[in-house]
């Protein structure tokens, strides 16, 4: 592919196939992501007969590292070499020597030109065929004619004798250039896309296996004729096997240096963990029995013995992989302006060329006037007269044309925005979800596991019973079930298990079961309980005081009687006060909004900055989402941050979802941004980089627009030479990438 209508073609090629649901192919990658429909196993080889039949080549990519394309950039560079060689003679022989108009010189151009336009040329002439056996056009057929016009009336000139100057240097210099600017593109390119291949070499394609001895054969002992007992004479040994043929439930050996090659736990040793590659996050994290390892993070110091829970696609760097795949090769909205003047480009910029050719060839005096009057602001030229004016100006508007420009605009800015994004543990879902958190003018945070810490634990119990081991009982029995980390403190408490039936979680208030098969035991948020005609006076001093150090109260009651309070304390996460003050400085709303009681969303609204009339408490998951929906009702474009647990409504409802989570958790389906740092410091980094994604994409179709506006006239005047034309066409594309490039380098403003 050599243009976004390239791309463009590909993908409705791939659409047209029955069982592909959606397409997305990515012209700066070389690369399509093809989703089969619901139900379907898929027909790749359908799907890569759709792209032949449409004119392209193409092969499965698996997901390894080993499985990305090869660099576009050799495609080019045989064809570039030796363009260069022979251009650089003819530029020799007309500049420095004065072999110019000399009839042997005319004929070696001609041979040489003749071999660069076959050889270099090929590609370009291939991709012209390509569209015209399609019915279309692109960059391909631009070159391919202007490169064409000009040899074609060099050799005319040449074979009938007519004299004049020869355009066999301007024909090979066209094809040279416009190659080079191919290779230094793809070049520039394949640096775009470092983020996300070294994201597929952080796992090792080897692993230590533990072999155990009841896994060894038995060995018949001749002496006994009998087999010996492997458990008792072979110890466990470590061998190294390939990664593809791992398990889940093998055990592995992790040695200091050594990278982890897929998801597991740690079942003996203790160590630090370098997860920077994955998460963002610089500071090791401590593993020990129980804690989660993730495929591609670095073992530091100590052995470590882990158990395999996922391999292949299903690891966390796998998932991760396919995020940024699928950011790449999505498209954002502002992607169809580019798209629709694109569709019409080539065929506009050839008219004009042949107008421009005949004006010039048929009534050069008007032509050569306008010519000589716009000179006096811009800048002399030579212009060629009679027949050979008409061709070179055509050639010349035919080269300048840069329908490449318009269609890398935008996938090139959001290629770069996203793997910038991966580099700091931030996963973009696709482009309009880039391009939504550009606009963003509300954030809406979730209370705990977003702005707190997320591990509450019981600081305090206020028992109205004569046993206070059975009021922890039966609390701890309640909360075991549930996945809240506020139930999950209180099942800390005991590990006793009282039996309970029609256990029943209801979201936002609190959990419920029957006792004994007669009596209803709850325990849930203070206004869930009063709900149920249970007094609180008794507790009043003990809730008031607590709620003030924004500590959570929940109520453990029998029927209507009130039998334990419980204060569950959660810490702010460190760093949240100067996230929502610099959210605040960049002029977004803040607001918070959370299941917990006044009391205690006030007290983290004062930790944290966040103005007490934009708290919202005592919300149930669904009143989350209404919250959402009445801010967007008003004009704002919101954004909410979560940490997924009872989000979903809230976080599919806002403008733009951010789940704050761990690896292991980068599955939510209804966030548009994650973060793989469970610190909300990536919010204010992820919206700074999106708003300097969508900038850029704004930068570039600029540049597009206005280099075509100001270059196709300029040549059709006759101010630009073909050989000028064909390097301000390659500076074009390499413009546009270089701007995304920048965003490679985005640091945020402090």
């Known amino acids: ?80 070499w030796l363009g260069m060689a022979v251009t650089i003679f003819l530029m020799a022989g007309e500049w420095v020597f004065p072999f110019g108009m000399t009839g042997w010189f005319g004929r070696v151009s001609f041979a040489l030109a003749g071999v660069v336009q076959i050889f270099s040329g090929a590609p370009f002439y291939r991709g012209a065929w390509r569209q015209l056996k399609l019915g279309s056009s692109n960059m391909d057929t631009l070159v391919a004619l202007g490169s064409t016009t000009a040899f074609g009336y060099s050799a005319w000139a040449l074979l009938s004798g007519a004299g004049g100057h020869l355009y066999f240097m301007e024909a090979a210099a066209i094809i040279t250039l416009i190659s080079g600017g191919h290779w230094l593109e793809a070049r520039v390119t394949d640096k775009a896309g470092q983020a996300l291949r070294s994201l597929m070499q952080l796992a090792p ?135 629709s003047v694109s569709n019409v480009f080539v065929p506009v910029i050839v008219v004009i060329a042949v107008v421009a050719g005949l004006w010039w060839g048929l009534a050069p005096g008007s032509a050569g006037d306008v010519h000589r009057w716009l000179a006096h602001f811009l800048w002399q030229s030579h212009v060629p007269v009679g027949a050979a004016a008409g061709f070179i100006v055509a050639a010349a508007v035919l080269i300048i044309a840069c329908p490449c420009a318009m269609g890398l605009a935008t996938p090139a800015a959001i290629m770069a925005g996203a793997n910038a994004a991966a580099r700091r543990g931030i996963l973009i879902r696709d482009a309009v979800a880039l391009e939504k958190a550009g606009k963003i003018s509300a954030i809406v945070f979730d209370k705990t596991g ?84 249970v007094d609180l006076a008794a507790g009043e001093e003990f809730i008031s005081g607590w709620l003030k150090m924004g500590a959570t109260v929940l109520g453990l009651a029998e029927d209507q009687n009130l039998i334990g309070l419980f204060a569950v304390n959660d810490t702010v996460k460190p760093g949240a006060t100067k996230v929502i003050k610099t959210l605040r400085e960049e002029g977004l709303k803040i607001y918070l909004v959370t299941g917990d009681n006044p009391q205690t969303a006030a007290g983290i609204a004062r930790q944290t900055g966040i103005a007490p009339e934009n708290v919202f408490a005592e919300a149930r998951p669904e009143q989350k989402a209404e919250f959402v929906k009445k801010l967007q009702s008003q004009g704002e474009r919101v954004a909410f941050v979560g940490d997924g647990i009872n989000d979903a409504p809230a976080l599919t409802q806002a403008d733009l979802g951010i789940a704050v989570s761990r690896a292991s958790d980068i599955a939510r389906e209804a966030a548009d941004i994650i973060l793989l740092k469970s610190e909300i410091a990536g919010v204010p980094e992820a919206l700074g980089l999106a708003r300097a994604t969508l900038r850029t994409i704004k930068q570039n179709l600029f540049w597009a627009f206005f280099y075509n506006a100001i270059g196709v006239p300029l040549a059709a005047l006759g101010f630009v030479s073909p050989v000028l034309c064909a ?16 965003l490679l380098r985005w640091r945020q403003r402090t």
């Open 205 to 339: 394609q080897t692993a230590r296996k533990i072999q155990k001895p009841d896994a060894l054969a038995p060995a018949f002992d001749l002496r006994t004729a009998s087999f010996s007992d492997p458990t008792k004479s072979s110890p466990a040994s470590e061998i190294e096997v390939p990664v593809s043929t791992l398990k889940i439930g093998d055990e592995l050996v992790l040695r200091p240096g050594d990278g982890v090659p897929v998801d597991g736990v740690v079942v003996d040793g203790e160590s630090s963990i370098d997860e920077a590659s994955l998460t963002g996050e610089s500071i090791p994290a401590e593993k020990k029995p129980g804690t989660e390892l993730f495929a591609g993070t670095t073992n530091l110091n100590s052995r470590l013995v882990m158990r395999v829970t996922a391999t292949g696609e299903e690891t966390a760097l796998a998932r991760v992989i396919a995020a940024v795949q699928r950011a790449q090769t999505s498209r954002a909205n502002i992607q169809r302006l580019g798209d």
């Open 450 to 533: 977003t702005l707190t810490v997320g591990k509450p634990e019981v600081a305090e119990l206020l028992e109205f019973s004569s046993q206070k081991a059975a009021v922890q009982d039966l609390a701890a029995s309640l909360a075991r079930n549930s996945s809240h980390p506020v139930s999950q403190a209180i099942a800390k408490i005991s590990a006793r298990q009282i039996p309970l039936t029609s256990w029943e979680e209801i979201r936002g208030r609190g959990l419920q079961a029957r006792n004994g098969g007669t009596t209803v035991v709850r325990l849930g948020s203070l206004r869930w309980i009063r709900e149920n005609d």
């Open 1 to 80: 592919m050599t243009c976004g209508n390239c791309a463009r073609h590909v993908t409705e090629a791939l659409q047209s196939v029955p069982e592909v649901r959606s397409a997305s192919v990515s012209l700066s990658s070389a690369s399509a992501i093809v989703n089969w429909n619901a139900g379907s196993a898929g027909n790749l080889p359908a799907a890569i007969e759709a792209v032949k039949n449409a004119g392209y080549e193409a092969k499965e990519i698996r997901n390894d590292s080993r499985g990305h394309p090869g660099s576009p950039r050799k495609h080019w560079q045989i064809g570039l």
């Open 727 to 742: 390097a301000a066409m390659g500076l074009s594309d390499l413009v546009v990438i270089g701007n995304a490039l920048r």
